[in-house]
Nanobody, 123 residues
Framework: QVQLVESGGGLVQAGNSLRLSCAASGRTSRAYHMGWFRQAPGKEREFVGY????????YYADSVKGRFTISRDNAKNTLYLQMNSLKPDDTAVYYCAADLKSAGVRSGDYDYWGQGTQVTVSS
């Protein structure tokens, strides 16, 4: 099992940057494929991107491609989401997720979830 805790959310102006972190605990946390999702008020949870356990495979949703970067530091058991050129539409609660089997674009592809961190982008 793995426990996930997100941090780094906050209020920023459009055009600025923010970096989210997701700390994973558990002996085998580095073996997990990791994903980022977000959920805006009144909307369904949306895929943002994923990274494989080794970091060799990374995939982004079209809505964030070129602006967001996912990385992981397995020595620190930490996943990151660097968000640049933020827009008001990026306002949401951001969640990290983990799964041992594979990385995917659907919420159901992941067994473990963090509690989320709020990101608010003002115009």
């Amino acid at each position: 099992q793995v426990q996930l805790v997100e941090s780094g959310g906050g209020l920023v102006q459009a055009g600025n940057s923010l970096r989210l972190s997701c700390a994973a605990s558990g002996r085998t946390s580095r073996a997990y494929h990791m994903g980022w999702f977000r959920q805006a008020p009144g909307k369904e949870r949306e895929f943002v991107g994923y990274i494989s356990s080794s970091g060799s495979s990374i995939y982004y949703a079209d809505s964030v491609k070129g602006r967001f970067t996912i990385s992981r530091d397995n020595a620190k058991n930490t996943l990151y989401l660097q968000m640049n050129s933020l827009k008001p539409d990026d306002t949401a609660v951001y969640y990290c997720a983990a799964d041992l089997k594979s990385a995917g674009v659907r919420s159901g592809d992941y067994d473990y979830w963090g509690q989320g961190t709020q990101v608010t982008v003002s115009s």
